[in-house]
Nanobody, 123 residues
């Protein structure tokens, strides 16, 4: 059974940092892309960042470039999202997702999803 389990969310003041983790299990992820999406009430799910398990290529939505860093530690089967210089508008539920690469990155057509972790940034 494939599982994606997020952790690391919490409450932080603007300008602070959080590190999200996504522990992946249940299969080998060769050829997969791992992504982070976020969603707030009343808004569509938004792509945040992605990384290729195969070659380590990374992708970011414009609003987080220079502030967020996605990475993989293969030995731990874990994807991380380091979030620095957090802004109030970063407040959302962040979810980890995985799929075999199909030529798209940003669309939310992922096969596996975690339950999400809440990130709240206060002023």
């Amino acid at each position: 059974q494939v599982q994606l389990v997020e952790s690391g969310g919490g409450l932080v003041q603007a300008g602070g940092s959080l590190r999200l983790s996504c522990a992946a299990s249940g299969r080998t992820f060769s050829g997969y892309v791992m992504s982070w999406f976020r969603q707030t009430p009343g808004k569509e799910r938004e792509f945040v960042s992605a990384i290729s398990w195969t070659n380590g290529n990374t992708y970011y939505t414009d609003s987080v470039k220079g502030r967020f860093t996605i990475s993989i530690v293969n030995a731990k089967n874990t994807v991380y999202l380091q979030m620095n210089s957090l802004k109030v508008e970063d407040t959302a539920i962040y979810t980890c997702a995985a799929k075999r690469y199909d030529g798209t990155i940003r669309l939310p057509n992922y096969a596996y999803w975690g339950l999400g972790t809440q990130v709240t940034v206060s002023s």
